[in-house]
């Protein structure tokens, strides 16, 4: 398995109307791949927040697998 960090992001306008990514949350989790820790990752969120769909705190998923490093 590998460890991935998934970041959840919100983009939000400032007040001169443009947009940026604010990060909402961003999780570790160990997954046998991408796709499976966007899921992991997804349910701890809801869980965390209370609430039913991830996309109540955030409109962008993005996965970056992590390097494992032996000791």
């Known amino acids: ?3 991935y960090r998934v970041t959840f992001t919100m983009t939000v306008p ?8 604010a990060v909402q949350s961003a999780i570790v989790v160990r997954a046998r791949s991408d796709v499976s ?5 997804k349910a701890i969120l809801c869980e965390r927040a209370q ?8 409109d962008r998923c993005e ?3 992590l390097t494992d490093v032996a000791a």
């Open 63 to 65: 996965v970056a697998a």
């Open 51 to 58: 609430v039913v769909d991830w996309r109540f705190r955030a």
């Open 14 to 21: 400032d007040d001169t109307g443009h947009d940026h990514r």
């Open 1 to 3: 398995m590998r460890t």
């Open 37 to 41: 820790a966007a899921w992991q990752a």
